[in-house]
């Protein structure tokens, strides 16, 4: 069917040794358009724009952003629908969820936003999914494109809470830091409890590309309501669940009923798509074909109003006395643990920092730093060394190189799979 998605499946052994113990697994989902962009493509969308106005977004960077905003109201059509909430320790709805019929009348409101205030971002937050309620449509992406410079006050927790019922009402968010005085580890938190992603921009300039890009991405979603469910062979056990596409996530152990793994995905970007990385643990098993589950996937693709349309696909292997097949290992998947097992340890060295665990901190940077090069990601592995010697020296880690480690480690399956997807 032309509305089916591409499911599949890639394990990081394809025959396991008859060994009397329990061995690792790794299966590596990849979930792709398939034939479905076609017919979906250009998928109307209800769009809020939550913007900080506080008094350090004075300068160019008030002056990026409302030629950023106005070049997004551009490009939309008279099928999408938009909001734009503004706030600093107020809230401000600048726009009203509406389709965009005057976008001269909007693009002078936009002219309005002058920077004042504080950073009060959970209130913004609040008001902001208020507003895409009202153009919601099951036919339509709601998505809350959110962009801050400063620390919030005292109320991370709700932002976290509020993100959570986003998720719940269809809404996701994509959480955009510009600078470096903001709270990377709220905003990542905030986009993926929402189903959402998070960006890190250094420069006022880069506010445009940013945005433009995020409408692309709108454009591009090609499914919704996207999930994904692991039914595993009695035996298996789960240990942790990554997404590595279209970035880096912990998703934890995402266990539900009888070890079986269950997560919610949200969009599907046509040009993009999804992929998780399961580890389990095997138990031992006499030579012969065994069963380690059945992936099931079940999404909307709201243009051709379909609901729930499912793919299955059982996940098998061999178990073998035979140690020429034994020892053979998928590099691809491998691959992508290398670079997963990079960002835990980068993300257990920031942990440590916070903790005041210097010591600790020190190690694992300087052990990430090897692992970066050893990647040939020379630019992060310096970052990383620099943190190092930071710490080891007695001073604490820079803001700036925090959220190169954090952002940039979190992209870096994102890259190995596009550049094998490329040389096929």
């Known amino acids: 069917m032309a509305e089916n998605l591409n499911l599949n499946y890639t394990l990081s052994k394809e025959c396991l040794p008859v060994s009397g113990e329990s061995q690792l697994l790794y299966t590596l989902i990849e979930i792709g358009a398939g034939q479905i962009g076609a017919a979906t493509k250009g998928m109307p969308f209800n769009l809020a724009l939550l913007l900080d106005r506080s008094g350090s977004m004075d300068g160019r960077k008030i002056e990026n952003l409302r030629e950023a905003v106005k070049n997004v109201v551009d490009s939309l059509s008279e099928k999408d629908r938009i909001s734009i909430v503004i706030f600093d320790d107020e809230v401000e709805v600048l726009l009203s969820n509406q389709a965009p019929t005057d976008k001269a009348g909007i693009k002078?409101?936009?002219?309005?936003?002058?920077?004042?205030?504080?950073?009060?971002?959970?209130?913004?937050?609040?008001?902001?999914?208020?507003?895409?309620?009202?153009?919601?449509?099951?036919?339509?992406?709601?998505?809350?494109?959110?962009?801050?410079?400063?620390?919030?006050?005292?109320?991370?927790?709700?932002?976290?809470?509020?993100?959570?019922?986003?998720?719940?009402?269809?809404?996701?968010?994509?959480?955009?830091?510009?600078?470096?005085?903001?709270?990377?580890?709220?905003?990542?938190?905030?986009?993926?409890?929402?189903?959402?992603?998070?960006?890190?921009?250094?420069?006022?300039?880069?506010?445009?590309?940013?945005?433009?890009?995020?409408?692309?991405?709108?454009?591009?979603?090609?499914?919704?309501?996207?999930?994904?469910?692991?039914?595993?062979?009695?035996?298996?056990?789960p240990l942790r669940i990554y997404r590595v596409k279209p970035m880096i996530s912990d998703l934890g152990r995402s266990v539900v009923g009888s070890g079986n793994i269950s997560v919610s995905l949200g969009e599907v970007d046509g040009a993009v798509g999804q992929s998780l990385l399961v580890e389990t643990i095997l138990p031992s098993k006499d030579a012969g074909r065994f069963r380690v589950g059945q992936i099931e996937i079940s999404y909307d693709v709201p243009s051709k109003g379909i609901r729930q349309e499912k793919i299955k696909a059982d996940v098998v292997l061999n178990f073998s006395a035979d140690q020429a097949l034994t020892a053979k290992?998928?590099?691809?998947?491998?691959?992508?643990?290398?670079?997963?097992?990079?960002?835990?340890?980068?993300?257990?060295?920031?942990?440590?920092?916070?903790?005041?665990?210097?010591?600790?901190?020190?190690?694992?940077?300087?052990?990430?730093?090897?692992?970066?090069?050893?990647?040939?990601?020379?630019?992060?592995?310096?970052?990383?060394?620099?943190?190092?010697?930071?710490?080891?020296?007695?001073?604490?880690?820079?803001?700036?190189?925090?959220?190169?480690?954090?952002?940039?480690?979190?992209?870096?399956?994102?890259?190995?799979?596009?550049?094998?997807?490329?040389?096929?």
Do not use: H
């Open 108 to 237: 002078n409101k936009i002219d309005d936003i002058i920077p004042r205030g504080g950073t009060q971002i959970s209130d913004g937050l609040k008001k902001a999914i208020e507003e895409i309620k009202k153009g919601a449509s099951k036919d339509m992406v709601s998505r809350i494109l959110l962009l801050t410079d400063g620390e919030t006050w005292d109320d991370e927790k709700k932002c976290e809470e509020l993100s959570a019922e986003a998720k719940k009402a269809g809404v996701s968010i994509t959480a955009v830091g510009l600078g470096d005085e903001w709270n990377e580890n709220l905003l990542i938190s905030i986009g993926e409890k929402s189903g959402g992603d998070s960006y890190w921009i250094e420069k006022p300039e880069d506010i445009m590309a940013r945005f433009t890009s995020e409408v692309a991405g709108l454009r591009d979603v090609v499914a919704t309501n996207l999930n994904v469910i692991y039914k595993l062979s009695k035996g298996v056990e």
């Open 329 to 424: 290992v998928n590099a691809k998947v491998m691959n992508v643990v290398e670079r997963v097992n990079a960002f835990k340890l980068q993300t257990r060295a920031l942990t440590e920092a916070r903790l005041g665990n210097t010591i600790a901190a020190t190690k694992k940077l300087q052990v990430a730093a090897t692992r970066l090069l050893e990647l040939g990601e020379v630019e992060l592995a310096k970052t990383a060394k620099m943190e190092a010697e930071n710490l080891a020296k007695g001073g604490s880690l820079t803001s700036a190189g925090t959220k190169k480690l954090q952002y940039e480690t979190r992209r870096l399956t994102r890259k190995l799979l596009d550049e094998i997807e490329a040389g096929k």
